[in-house]
Nanobody, 121 residues
Framework: QVQLVESGGGLEQAGGSLRLSCVAS????????MEWYRQAPGKQRDLVAL???????NYVDSVKGRFTISRDNAKNTVYLQMNSLKPEDTAVYYC???????????????WGQGTQVTVSS
């Protein structure tokens, strides 16, 4: 089985920082794009940041200059460094990744279980 497991969420004050991690495990030959989404109460799940295997990044405008996505391919891990946090960043953050399975030689997209980030004013 292939799994994505997020960690690092929690409660932080406005202006503070958190670092989220997402580790992929299982029979994986290669991981393609890795992404972070977030979903606030009563809102749809939106893309926050993505990173290609070679390190090319993109961000939603609301987090540019504050959040940094990175990855360690040797550890099958993607990170989201969140600085200058704002109350509107409060949401469940989900890891999303495209993986080439060694067993089936096929590409499949996977979701993590989510980690709660709460920013107080």
């Amino acid at each position: 089985q292939v799994q994505l497991v997020e960690s690092g969420g929690g409660l932080e004050q406005a202006g503070g920082s958190l670092r989220l991690s997402c580790v992929a495990s299982g029979s994986i030959f290669r991981i393609g794009n890795m992404e972070w989404y977030r979903q606030a109460p009563g809102k749809q799940r939106d893309l926050v940041a993505l990173i290609t295997r070679d390190g090319i990044t993109n961000y939603v405008d609301s987090v540019k200059g504050r959040f940094t996505i990175s990855r360690d391919n040797a550890k099958n891990t993607v990170y989201l460094q969140m600085n200058s946090l704002k109350p509107e960043d409060t949401a469940v953050y989900y890891c999303h990744a495209y993986m080439l399975r060694a067993a089936t030689a096929s590409w499949t997209a996977y979701w993590g279980q989510g980690t709660q980030v709460t920013v107080s004013s």
